[in-house]
């Protein structure tokens, strides 16, 4: 189906303005912008020769860098089952979450999680709203460790130089408690809600929305289900935050072991922000005055976030496409976005529009 005129003329609009943004925040790690009037715009923050020249030296902690986040998809795979309301073999789920992996760092769009839950709800045949129910809980729960981790981490020999994250770590707790506590009273409320609207006959589209998200969110309604869910959220979180550490010390930060939490937090709220399409130039952006902050030098700051992007790009990527292949998914369906991706929609649609009953 194509596209009104006027929504592709706004989708371009969004892609240029994205890809600009990118550019100009990507150069912060290499360049500091002179808006002064005298000089050069853009003044280099080292030797762009040189930087080149001594990436190779960085392969140390690069290689390590790229195992630990390849570990996020087992990890993941296994905290998937605490969140789900059937049992799924290890196997379907490690490949699921795979294959999102790489739709989230291959393709536009950022439809990974989007693509393994539909693709859950097709093999397991479980409803699409319940299989991404149960992404978007896990999703949260990785959240609230990151935060737990994060606030733990100002216990380190950072302390003090870390202090300036303290108001916006306070906004992401508060963030994460309000989420969770919606999650919760959506568990809880969302099925009987549901068979109110039933019983009076009312909005079928809603109520069927209601006893699908109710199921999807069914670990919510157990403190004993969240409390383990949350246990099982520690390591896809650890991993990274590891080797984000062993990163900041390969680069010459004095006990950056510690402020890997840091970096992974920053880069969790910074490419969280609601309509800003310039994922990478944030990544660029926050990672390289993340490091710059905790003592690194320009040129280090800006390996750290060249060489950390593109370690998580190839292991997942690479981890990812393993799984593509073994599914027998074809590349040029995900690379659009996805005939599954629009399957998924039209599924999503298909499911709104026809009333079901509410189980009692």
């Not at 290689?63 to 996020?72: E, R, T």
């Not at 737990?148 to 108001?167: D, N, Q, T, Y």
Request: hydrophobic share 50%; net charge positive.
């Amino acid at each position: 189906m194509r596209l009104p005129a006027g929504r592709t003329y706004l989708k371009a609009l969004a892609v240029l303005v994205g890809g600009v943004l990118s550019v100009l925040l990507i150069s912060s790690a290499f360049f500091r912008w002179n808006l002064g009037g005298e000089g050069p715009l853009l003044i280099p923050r080292f030797s762009l020769r040189k930087f080149v020249h001594e990436l190779p030296g960085h392969l140390p902690w690069l290689i390590p860098f790229m195992l630990l986040s390849a570990s996020i998809i087992p990890a993941r795979a296994a905290q998937w089952a605490r969140t789900l309301s059937k049992p799924v073999p290890y196997r379907e789920r490690y490949h699921l979450v795979a294959i999102g992996a790489f739709t989230h760092n291959a393709l536009p769009g950022k439809l990974g999680d989007f693509i393994r839950s539909f693709l859950l709800s097709r093999t397991q045949r479980i409803p699409f709203l319940q299989s991404l129910g149960s992404v978007a809980v896990g999703k949260l729960l990785e959240f609230a460790a990151l935060m737990g981790l994060v606030a733990v981490s100002f216990l380190g020999p950072f302390g003090e130089k870390m202090a300036h994250f303290a108001g916006p770590l306070r906004i992401a707790v508060g963030l994460c408690v309000g989420l969770v506590v919606a999650v919760v009273l959506l568990a809880h409320y969302a099925l009987p809600l549901a068979r109110m609207l039933e019983r009076k006959n009312r909005l079928p589209r809603v109520r069927h929305l209601l006893g699908h998200v109710s199921e999807g969110l069914g670990t919510a309604r157990s403190f004993r289900g969240m409390a383990k869910a949350l246990v099982f959220s520690i390591p896809p979180v650890l991993a990274p935050a590891l080797a984000y550490g062993l990163a900041l010390r390969g680069i010459g930060v004095r006990g950056g072991l510690f402020a890997g939490t840091v970096v992974l937090g920053a880069i969790a709220l910074g490419q969280s922000l609601p309509g800003v399409p310039a994922g990478m130039g944030i990544y660029y952006f926050v990672t390289s005055w993340a490091a710059r902050n905790l003592g690194a030098a320009p040129e280090d700051a800006a390996a750290f976030s060249t060489l950390t992007h593109l370690g998580t790009v190839l292991s997942q990527v690479g981890v990812g496409a393993l799984s593509v292949r073994l599914r027998g998914i074809r590349i040029k369906d995900l690379r659009k976005g996805g005939s599954l991706a629009r399957e998924a929609a039209s599924h999503v649609a298909h499911e709104a529009v026809e009333p079901v009953h509410v189980p009692s």
